[in-house]
């Protein structure tokens, strides 16, 4: 069982940063896709970004600009680099891991990951205050 596990959420002011980190007990195919998602009270779930196998990353329309996702293959590790939060920004993060490079977008992993085609962490909570 891959287990993924996410941490550096906190609290932080509109405008401020943060920078979430997951790691990956395995690796889980030679073609994968990576990515976060979030899921806050009200909203539906949202991909915010994604990165395959080949490092190419991919963001949804609101972090576009704002965030960067990165990896180290070397370490299993996923990260999330955070800029210029906003209230909407306040959410669960979650990290995803699919063993399906071809669905690498935000608007499509997480669909893929929670029809059972992947796995996720517990999340870790990001709190924007303005």
């Known amino acids: 069982q891959v287990h993924l596990e996410e941490s550096g959420g906190g609290s932080v002011q509109s405008g401020g940063s943060l920078r979430l980190s997951c790691t990956v007990s395995?690796?889980?195919?030679?073609?994968?896709?990576l990515g976060w998602f979030r899921e806050a009270p009200g909203k539906e779930r949202e991909g915010v970004a994604a990165?395959?196998?080949?490092?190419?990353?991919n963001y949804a329309i609101s972090t576009e600009g704002r965030f960067t996702i990165s990896q180290d293959k070397a370490k299993n590790l996923v990260y999330l680099q955070m800029n210029s939060l906003n209230s909407d920004d306040t959410a669960m993060y979650y990290c995803?891991?699919?063993?399906?490079?071809?669905?690498?977008?935000?608007?499509?992993?997480?669909?893929?990951?929670?029809?059972?085609?992947?796995?996720w962490g517990q999340g870790t909570q990001v709190t924007v205050s303005s």
């Open positions: 995803a891991a699919t063993p399906n490079r071809g669905i690498c977008e935000p608007g499509l992993f997480p669909i893929v990951v929670y029809t059972g085609h992947g796995y």
């Open positions: 395995e690796v889980i195919d030679s073609n994968y896709c």
């Open positions: 990165i395959d196998s080949a490092g190419i990353a």
